[in-house]
Structure formats: structure tokens, C-alpha cells
């Protein structure tokens, strides 16, 4: 099992800007592509970015296309979400994933970090 690391949560303003990083235990077949969903309080878990580790694939939802940006970062098994120009409606917990396809990363089925709160304050 991958253990996964998320650090680089916190509060900010509306319009500001925070990078969320998540870092793998190690790369193997199960950590081919990376991804971030978030939760609010009462609502469902939704995805917001991944990115292939091989290759220039990334995904975004389209509520954050043109604001988040998803990178990695190979040498230190390191994703990292740039969030920029932030909004109320970004702040929950995001969680950190791995799987081996885009597919089953979105259907939830690989390894889960423990989750960070981002807040964003109008």
C-alpha cells in the first residue's frame, strides 16, 4: 500500500492563492496517475484534478479549469495543486489519491491520504 502525505492546507483569502502538495511513500504501478478531490461539509466527495506521472496527462473539473493548476514532481514523488484566485465555495477537506488508471482514480479505488482543510474567507 502507497502511504500518501498532504501538506499545504490552511485559510485564506477569497482571491488568494495556496499549494497543496501531496507526497507519495514511493512510485509503482498503483501511483501512475495522482489526483486531489475535496469534500465540503454535507456534500459528496468530488474530483478536482489528476495528473499521469508518465507523459503530460492532466484532468481538471471544470469548476476549477483556468484557477488550479496540477504538477509533479519526480525526483521527490511530490503532486502539487496551485490554487489560485480562490473562492468560498473552494474550501473542504481535499484528499490526495493514487491509482494505476484515471479510470479507477475516479472511481476511488486506489490509496487515500488523510485529507486537509483548505478554507477560503470571503
Known amino acids: 500500500q502507497v502511504q500518501l502525505v498532504e501538506s499545504g492546507g490552511g485559510l485564506v483569502q477569497a482571491g488568494g492563492s495556496l499549494r497543496l502538495s501531496c507526497a507519495a511513500s514511493?512510485?509503482?504501478?498503483?501511483?501512475?496517475?495522482m489526483g486531489w478531490f475535496r469534500q465540503a461539509p454535507g456534500q459528496e466527495r468530488e474530483f478536482v484534478a489528476a495528473i499521469a506521472w508518465s507523459g503530460d496527462s492532466t484532468w481538471y473539473a471544470d469548476s476549477v479549469k483556468g484557477r488550479f493548476t496540477i504538477s509533479k514532481d519526480y525526483a521527490k514523488n511530490t503532486m502539487y495543486l496551485q490554487m489560485n484566485s480562490l473562492k468560498p465555495e473552494d474550501a473542504a477537506v481535499y484528499y490526495c489519491t493514487a491509482d494505476s488508471t484515471y479510470a479507477n482514480l475516479r472511481n476511488g479505488r486506489g490509496s487515500w491520504g488523510q485529507g486537509i482543510k483548505v478554507t477560503a474567507s470571503s
Open positions: 514511493r512510485r509503482t504501478f498503483s501511483t501512475h496517475v
